[in-house]
């Protein structure tokens, strides 16, 4: 592998893209969108958005630009984010005017575009998916999504995605064997008179309009690389618009036949999806397994394609990845430090041979694209690599040299607990044997999953926490959602099992109400905004003749995110140790030094003996682990007795997991949430993922792995993130990336981690970054379980990132 | 018997022998090199540690438990060591909140130290590792490692030393059946530098190394090198002479000189008087390893850390 090689015209696209500090705002779809559902009031919902999506391909501004070779833009200027009014306007309304001044977050709109959002703004307000959830919310789910305990803001303000369609059958048949699948299940629907299949002849209908529509669209790509190719000067770039040009024509019918086509059409359905919805983490699943035969084919085979260029397509790609760009409120944006997209590429894993035997599934594709990722140290895609016992030696050390890079990816995930514990919920052996990283680092079965793997609502576990030692009061808005009578405060727990029943009460009754919440917003999001061209390419969708969310999905599990999850454990371990046992502290004492945020020379004593004092997670510690382990299972019993929407409509499944890869939402969360007991003090951030405190990790990362190895983690499959920082003396030597490899190995094979992803960037560095941003831009860091680029990212999460453990081998 | 101490057990260790290690650093030292970086492994006994930066403000818990300890104003605690004995310091164990003030040195407890060692074993297995003795210097508890190691040899835990070789031959006798690898320290072929610099006696080192190359198969000598004491290439050629012709040697480690430990001696209230630069002279280091690659006795492996 040669990591410091970058072609000239990407090394300048990448240059372009760094440098967009404030990318503008584009108002073309909301625009489109707007008009067609004025004009069609009384059709039914499929049909508007088939209609709003087909209008707004044909007349939406198309670019080819940086002498790119894959091409398709998402909207009209060069990184601009789209808006779709249709989930939200509220958040528009309140912010048009400050868009730019936004934290980590900016945004540039020209006064022409503000007074056009200004102008279709008043059409959709009340008649948004958000909107639509208010108004079905009880009080109750009112207060406590004001409390900020419960968030699902991005769901209802944005679509669901967090899937991976079939990219394999979409290359094996071509946007015509699609269409013809569609036709001839329009025919059985429409034969099939006993049944009321009004809905099913309407998405059918709706999937027929959409894909004509993208292939007109590629069509009109075709044309103007036609064009372009005319006026071209440079005899090479002619020669690469004549082909684009080409390539485009073939793949808006036929399937593709070269890699560079097979590529493209990909592409532009990853775009595509991505103008249909703003819901983020559209993943592409194994793109090593089901492009390999084409890369095989021009590449090993034929000759027809070096492997440089090869690489520089797979670049070309990448950076049209970074391109496609989505505007958040400015509160949800915290929670997504950098504005992520969360694309993901999965590599290596595993394949069943003829026999049903699995074998690696390392191939020479699967090392290009970790190449072309590691001279590229873009955000985007976000790499991850299934590891498991068989893995080639020689790719995961690969691996690791790209880890070197520093830029977070690739990141792993186990074939050896995701499997079986997917085979263990109903998954067929099969397609168990073909999971994908979705979006950070969840999993799903690419193009047979439904939506949100992972990403429904956030429970915040640290202010659950807090109610169960206060009465059941919330320490930050002072509110009481379902009361109890025991409180440190008036000091009569009785016994640290009282404490704990006290969670079990209060984490149940948020629980609840964290699926009843995701009830309303999925019902919302079925009625007012189902997908159709995303629907179309998962499978049974168009033989069920209807959409995901109707339940179209061969599987249907969901997780949503469970933040500071550390913190709990580290809380538990204080109350026990310290308040029960030793009674070192006592529980009124314990509760006013929380209330006072430790103020004071006595606060900042017991503050300190609460973090010094007692066992902390992350340390092997069996105490605090198993503590934690027992809280969480508490949590977990109760959500794996709930269903979503999609329960008993079609899918295996239909139930919920844990997951906790919650992004950068420990920054945001932590800023609403009051002094813990573990020491954290008030607005501080939470732990990430399930990754231990900052700086409390202090035996290593072998003390940590065995510790993340007790948590239920075949019972977290919406990820179990563990993020760690190792400084870049780590990797010097053959025999550094020896240990590391070994390292992981021994994480995965015999303590059975879920998953595991390294920042390699010195304290210095990021120091100076932030100090000097202008000189850092394309420095890109791990932020939870994506990568983002550093000085795009808000002060906060930079200190956040700082302050992890670093550690040294 | 007396008790002996440890200071700290270090997991993920990659530098202390082959693979993936477990470090224990016993307390302890006949040597007083004016290099150490470890200067709170040097008192077989308990130190008293203190670190400013944690230091709570205002905080008066130490002052009024121990009166070697004071503060004026809010400036720093200033500790008079002399005056502290042995029961004021366990006296201050868990007094400070902050743990700014830490009492270094816990113990040998054999059965709960194995325990801790053996965590790490599925990481051992796989990498090659296992477990490595440090100090101060191991061997002057021969039997607290002899025990230590019998019971990760039962455990088929590989076992490693680094070790200055300064002590009776008996007490390293006894430990060669359970021990692995073993990590010497070599630091200079002149007996009264030597003497000037670490305090010891040089002919001891020489001796028990040479007795002890004949019986054991894995030994690496370490070198130190550090500016004005060795850090010529005469000086490391005439140590790697003597490593060549020693029966089992295979390799040499170079180890620059750093700083990383200075902050210490202030924390202990010692004063330092080794240098504050770092080695910076990897030209050096590069012709020190080409002279042990292609020394004409023996070819050594070599290896620098920094």
């Not at chain 1, 760094?18 to 059709?43: D, F, G, S």
């Not at chain 1, 168009?542 to 933040?563: C, F, H, N, T």
């Not at chain 1, 997991?657 to 920054?667: C, E």
């Amino acid at each position: 592998m040669n990591l410091d090689y970058l072609p000239l015209r990407i090394q300048k696209h990448k240059e372009v893209l760094i440098n967009i500090i404030k990318p503008p705002v584009c108002t073309e779809r909301a625009v489109a969108y707007t008009r067609v559902y004025q004009k069609n009031p009384t059709l039914p919902v499929m049909m508007k958005r088939a209609l709003a999506l087909s209008e707004h391909l044909e007349t939406r501004t198309i670019w080819i630009d940086n002498d790119e070779l894959i091409i398709g833009n998402q909207a009209s200027y060069l990184r601009a984010a789209p808006i779709f009014p249709e989930y939200t306007v509220n958040w528009l309304a309140n912010e048009v005017d400050a868009l730019a001044d936004r934290p980590g977050a900016g945004f540039s709109l020209s006064e022409v575009n503000k007074n056009t959002l200004k102008e279709i703004i008043p059409f959709w307000q009340g008649k948004t998916v958000q909107d639509q959830c208010y108004a079905q919310f009880t009080d109750e789910q009112k207060a406590i999504l004001d409390s900020g305990i419960i968030k699902a803001e991005g769901n209802m303000t944005s679509g669901d995605a967090h899937l991976a369609i079939n990219n394999k059958k979409l290359l094996a048949k071509g946007l015509d064997g699609l269409l013809a699948d569609v036709k001839l299940q329009k025919q059985l629907v429409s034969h099939n008179s006993e049944e009321s299949h009004l809905g099913n002849t309407q998405f059918l209908d709706a999937v027929h309009i959409v894909i004509e529509a993208v292939q007109k669209h590629i069509k009109r790509y075709a044309k103007l690389a036609a064009e372009m190719a005319h006026l071209e000067t440079r005899a090479f770039r002619k020669r690469e618009l004549v082909v684009i040009a080409e390539n485009c024509n073939h793949i808006a019918h036929q399937k593709p036949e070269t890699f560079w086509q097979a590529l493209q059409l990909c592409y532009f359905v990853q775009l595509i999806l991505q103008i249909e919805s703003n819901g983020h983490s559209v993943s592409f699943g194994r793109m090593d397994q089901y492009l390999y035969p084409f890369y095989k084919k021009d590449v090993e085979q034929k000759n027809q394609l070096t492997r440089g260029f090869a690489l520089e397509l797979l670049q070309s790609c990448w950076l049209k990845l970074l391109e496609v760009n989505k505007i958040r409120s400015g509160t949800h944006s915290k929670a997504s430090a950098g504005s992520p997209l969360y694309q993901n590429v999965t590599i290596g894993g595993q394949q069943l041979d003829q026999q049903g035997y699995p074998i690696d599934a390392v191939n020479s594709l699967s090392l290009a694209i970790l190449e072309s990722c590691g001279q590229l140290r873009s955000t985007q895609p976000n790499l991850s690599v299934r590891y498991h016992q068989n893995i080639c030696q020689d790719f995961l050390l690969g691996c690791l040299t790209v880890v070197k890079c520093g830029f977070g990816m690739p990141a792993f995930n186990n074939d050896q607990i995701v499997i079986p514990a997917f085979i263990d919920l109903g998954v067929s052996r099969e397609d168990a044997y073909n999971y994908a990283a979705i979006g950070c680092i969840e999993t799903a079965v690419p193009g047979k999953w439904g939506y949100r793997c992972t990403g429904m609502s956030f429970l915040n576990f640290a202010r659950v926490l807090l109610a169960a030692l206060d009465e059941g009061k919330d320490a930050t808005t002072q509110q009481v959602f379902l009361a109890h009578e025991k409180s440190l405060n008036k000091g009569n727990f009785n016994n640290f099992d009282e404490v704990m029943s006290a969670w079990q009460q209060q984490v149940q009754y948020f629980t609840r109400h964290s699926v009843a919440i995701d009830a309303v917003v999925d019902t919302a999001l079925e009625q007012l905004a189902p997908d159709i061209f995303c629907s179309a390419l998962v499978d049974d969708c168009i033989s069920r003749a209807k959409p995901i969310k109707e339940g179209g999905a061969v599987y249907d599990w969901v997780s949503g995110l469970q933040v500071g999850i550390a913190n709990l454990g580290n809380s538990l371990a204080v109350l026990k140790q310290l308040v029960f046992e030793q009674e070192k502290v006592s529980q009124p004492a314990l509760a006013k030094a929380l209330a006072d945020n430790f103020n004071g020379i006595e606060g900042e004593q017991l503050r300190q003996v609460l973090i010094n004092y007692a066992s902390k997670y992350g340390n092997d510690d069996c105490d605090v682990d198993k503590l934690l382990v027992q809280a969480y299972d508490m949590y977990i019993d109760e959500l794996t007795q709930h269903k979503n929407t999609r329960f008993g409509r079609g899918p295996i499944g239909g139930g919920y997991y844990a997951g906790t890869s919650s992004i950068s939402a420990n920054v945001p969360f932590g800023a609403n949430t009051m002094a813990t007991p573990d020491g954290r003090k008030a607005y501080a951030p939470l732990a990430e993922g399930a990754s231990p405190s900052s700086g409390t990790d202090t035996h290593g990362p072998t003390a940590v792995y065995s510790s993340i190895a007790k948590l239920p983690t075949d019972k977290i499959l919406g990820g179990v993130l563990l993020n760690q920082k190792l400084t870049p003396g780590t990797l010097e030597t053959a025999q550094d990336f020896y240990k590391l490899s070994m390292l992981i190995r021994t994480f995965f094979d015999v303590y059975k981690g879920w998953h595991v992803q390294y920042n390699i960037v010195s304290r210095e560095t990021l120091l100076a970054a932030q100090a000097n941003p202008q000189e850092y831009r394309d420095l890109v860091v791990r932020v939870a379980g994506y990568s983002a680029f550093f000085t795009a990212l808000s002060v906060d999460a930079q200190n956040d990132i700082i302050a992890r453990t670093e550690h040294c081998l | 018997m007396p008790t002996s101490f440890y200071f700290d057990i270090q997991r993920f260790s990659t530098h202390d022998g082959e693979g993936i290690r477990t470090v224990l650093f016993l307390k302890g030292c006949p040597l007083s090199c004016i290099w150490c970086q470890n200067p709170e492994s040097r008192s077989r006994n308990v130190d008293l540690m203190y670190e400013a930066t944690t230091c709570i403000n205002g905080c008066t818990l130490c002052q009024d438990r121990c009166s070697a300890i004071k503060r004026h104003g809010s400036s720093e605690l200033l500790i008079d060591h002399q005056q502290l004995n042995q029961f004021d310091i366990n006296n201050l164990k868990t007094c400070c909140p902050a743990k700014a003030l830490r009492v270094v040195g816990e113990p040998v407890d054999i059965q709960s130290v194995c325990e801790q060692l053996k965590r790490d074993k599925p990481f051992y297995t796989s990498s090659g590792g296992g477990v490595t003795f440090s100090g101060g210097e191991p061997l002057i508890h021969p039997h607290c490692v002899y025990s230590i190691a019998q019971k990760m040899q039962e455990e088929n835990i590989n076992v490693a030393i680094e070790t200055t070789l300064h002590v009776s031959w008996k007490k390293i006798e006894q430990n060669i059946p359970v021990i692995n690898q073993w990590l010497v320290d070599l630091k200079h072929m002149d007996d009264k530098k030597f003497k000037q610099w670490t305090g010891g006696t040089l002919s001891l080192v020489k001796n028990n190394l040479v007795k002890l190359a004949d019986q054991v198969k894995d030994l690496t000598i370490r070198v130190p090198v550090i500016p004005d004491f060795n850090d010529s290439l005469e000086e490391l050629a005439l140590i790697t002479d003597f490593a060549a012709r020693l029966s089992n040697c295979k390799a040499i480690h170079f180890l620059p000189y750093h700083t990383l430990g200075i902050q210490k001696y202030k924390m202990l209230g010692l004063s330092y008087q080794g240098k504050d630069k770092s080695l910076d002279n990897p030209e050096l280091l590069q012709k020190a390893c080409e002279y042990a690659e292609h020394h004409p006795l023996k070819q050594l492996q070599t290896s620098v850390r920094g």
